[in-house]
């Protein structure tokens, strides 16, 4: 066994392009050994802003050698009448690199044929790696590709060197004029090397001791953590630490090294928001709070090397983020001196869509559907200030600081108009208005920020459909994927009993006189069709079992909130071990009303002539029917649907003996229809909890 040790070193890669490049390259490598049949230790990799680095402390020094059976043709193909060998005979055995005369005749299930046994495996490491390396690096796929000088290779940035060890000899290969060597450079400026590398088990040493670089993205990540924590805590307060921007630092230095700054106190009198948002949009720099909530005058920064001379680095990275946070002090101070009436009116030259209005219509729309949302849910408490937070909810996008920091809208609305007097319902509301923004995102925590929501997203939603701009493959320009999942998502959550055809048509009925492309029926069902498609991926994203979600959205998906109720229950019904018998009885009766309903000759109603009953078992499906309906339609009201589903037991022999006994289509109409109707009696209500025709057993 050897320790394999290969390097791929590049210009500065983005921190953004490095996040998924050792899990890919871990990958390619553990595929291709276990297609070699080269043994190994485990893979492991390593991503730096400057390296790609794949390390197998134990590799085999050959592939394993097995022995495997050929078969090839017939043996009335491969031999002739005198027991010669054929040319067909001669290639089967030249193709897999044997004499003709290794070949013998074998008996298969599907008569004789010629065989020989071929060993495989065998190969050296040394002939196995050049390949594997040349293939991992062309396979590595980048958000963007880059071509440079007069190369024709791609890759997501210039690549200076590949080092390549077996032991302590080095893997030859050549990639558009790249040669591969022993040789490695280190930190750009605390060790630039070059370095040469004797052996594989020297590399992690070099690199650290003489490279000064920290390989392990999870050891530069704690670095930065437990140092960013150190220098708080000396402080007086803790670091507010953002996942992602703890991420992205990580990838953009190979030896952090955390710094503590200062900052005026007045900057304290801006907006927490603001001031964070400043701070990592700009500076990638980290803000410090008290045991209040309150943020001190300090902020941490990663630096890439330990300075020659801290105070002056310090100093720069001070001036460097003052000037910025000025910038955000001058749009907090002109925003506040700006009445909420003057950017309404700026609304209106602001477009929201081509053919839909400005902002100011829109806010016109949210002010109207908020009301409408609020009462449809059974929420009149919210009614008043959800509508307010409608018409003034995106005031803020004609703000000096949003127009600096876009992603701070809906937030800074929030800020602002509490502070030109509204309330904090109102205020909470405007803040919460874009939630969620993904799938991982939290929904709004307010009654009146999710009644916005959803009248913020009901209404793109309407008018995007309406215009003939529903979302195509993968492109969704206006996130309307998004946005529909997040009303799914806040029905849910927060358990509205909200009719998802309602909401629609009430933020249709917001435009008015708009002059749509699509008419509004097909708005509606392609509506409708869309957020079943949601539906059916959201539910089945959280394990739900296919069949069960499409059942219970084929019984009907307006109520999400009741969706969400029935789905367990059903998927707890599909588990017991009953259920395959149960389903085919009760989908026999839906197909025989879907089926023979149409061709009945007239409406199927459900009502049952006590006159008509003329079997036993007919009288008797008819007299369980009236006992069970009506502690089924209790339960249906309750929302006790594993309730609902037990009832089916009581009801399922029954059903049974009249399959059995009782002809439904039988020649008198009027008792035939009678029939029909008993059993429409029951889909009607069975419909209710699921579609068991769309089940399969």
Not at 27 to 39: G, M, P, S
Not at 460 to 475: E, N, R, V, W, Y
Request: charged share 25%; aromatic share 8%.
């Amino acid at each position: 066994m050897s320790h394999f040790l290969f390097e791929i070193g590049f210009e500065e890669m983005p921190a953004r392009f490095l996040s998924g490049l050792a899990s890919e390259v871990r990958t390619l490598f553990t595929d291709a050994l276990a297609q070699a049949k080269l043994d190994a230790s485990a893979v492991t990799a390593f991503a730096t802003p400057r390296r790609l680095v794949v390390s197998i402390p134990e590799l085999a020094a050959d592939s394993r050698r097995e022995e495997e059976l050929v078969t090839g043709p017939p043996e009335r193909v491969g031999f002739d009448a005198s027991g010669n060998p054929t040319p067909a005979a001669v290639g089967f055995a030249k193709g897999q690199g044997k004499d003709v005369a290794d070949v013998f005749v074998m008996e298969t299930g599907k008569g004789r044929y010629l065989a020989l046994n071929k060993t495989t495996g065998g190969e050296p490491a040394m002939a196995l790696l050049p390949g594997m390396c040349l293939e991992a690096v062309k396979k590595l796929s980048f958000p963007k590709r880059m071509r440079w000088g007069s190369r024709d290779f791609a890759f997501g940035r210039p690549v200076h060197w590949f080092l390549a060890l077996l032991g302590d000899a080095v893997v030859p290969f050549e990639l558009d004029g790249i040669v591969s060597g022993r040789r490695t450079r280190g930190h750009r400026i605390m060790g630039p090397g070059p370095f040469d590398v004797a052996a594989a088990k020297d590399y992690f040493g070099i690199i650290r001791d003489q490279g000064k670089v920290v390989l392990d993205a999870r050891e530069r990540e704690s670095l930065v953590r437990s140092q960013a924590e150190t220098l708080a805590r000396e402080a007086g307060g803790t670091a507010v630490i953002n996942p992602a921007l703890l991420a992205e630092v990580t990838g953009l230095t190979e030896h952090p090294v955390v710094l503590l700054g200062r900052l005026d106190p007045k900057f304290l009198d801006v907006p927490r928001e603001v001031l964070i948002t400043s701070m990592e949009t700009h500076q990638k720099s980290f803000a410090v709070e008290d045991g209040k909530g309150g943020l001190l005058p300090v902020f941490l920064t990663t630096l890439g090397l330990v300075p020659g001379n801290v105070d002056l680095v310090r100093r720069g990275w001070q001036r460097v983020l003052t000037a910025r946070l000025e910038d955000a002090r001058f749009f907090w101070e002109a925003d506040l001196a700006t009445d909420l009436e003057t950017w309404q009116k700026k609304l209106e030259s602001v477009v929201f869509l081509a053919g839909l209005g400005s902002m100011r219509d829109k806010a016109r729309r949210l002010e109207r559907l908020c009301g409408v949302v609020a009462e449809q849910a059974g929420k009149p408490e919210v009614m008043l200030e959800a509508s307010q937070a409608g018409g003034l909810a995106k005031v803020d996008l004609v703000s000096d600081m949003v127009g600096e920091f876009a992603e701070l809208q809906g937030i800074m609305g929030g800020i602002y108009v509490r502070r030109k007097g509204q309330s904090k319902t109102v205020s909470r509301a405007i803040a919460e208005q874009y939630l969620p923004a993904g799938p991982d995102s939290p929904v709004p925590a307010t009654l009146a920020g999710a009644v916005l929501s959803l009248a913020d997203k009901a209404d793109t939603l309407a008018g995007c459909f309406g215009l003939d701009m529903a979302p195509t493959g993968a492109a969704d320009p206006y996130a309307l994927r998004r946005a529909a999942l997040g009303i799914c998502r806040i029905v849910i959550e927060h358990g509205l009993r909200l009719n998802l055809m309602e909401l629609l048509q009430a933020a249709l009925d917001g435009y008015g006189e708009v002059k749509f492309k699509v008419d509004r029926t097909h708005i509606l069902a392609r509506l409708l069709d869309f957020f079943g498609q949601r539906l059916k991926a959201y539910f089945t994203g959280r394990g739900f079992d296919t069949l069960v979600v499409e059942a219970a959205a084929g019984a009907s998906f307006t109520d999400i909130a009741e969706l969400a109720a029935r789905i367990p229950a059903l998927a707890a019904f599909a588990a017991k071990p009953d259920f395959g018998q149960a389903v085919l009885t009760f989908k026999r009766a839906a197909n025989i009303i879907r089926k023979q309903g149409v061709g009945a000759g007239q409406p199927l109603t459900g009502l049952v002539k006590a006159a008509l009953l003329e079997e036993q078992a007919e009288k008797d499906l008819a007299a369980v029917c009236a006992d069970v309906f009506p502690r089924y339609d209790a339960l249906f009201e309750a929302g006790d649907y594993a309730g609902v589903l037990d009832l089916l037991y009581e009801l399922r022999p029954t059903v049974d003996a009249f399959f059995d006994n009782v002809m439904v289509m039988c020649d008198d109409m009027d008792v035939r229809l009678n029939r029909l109707n008993l059993l429409k009696s029951l889909v009607d209500r069975l419909g209710r909890v699921a579609d068991f025709a769309a089940l399969q057993v």
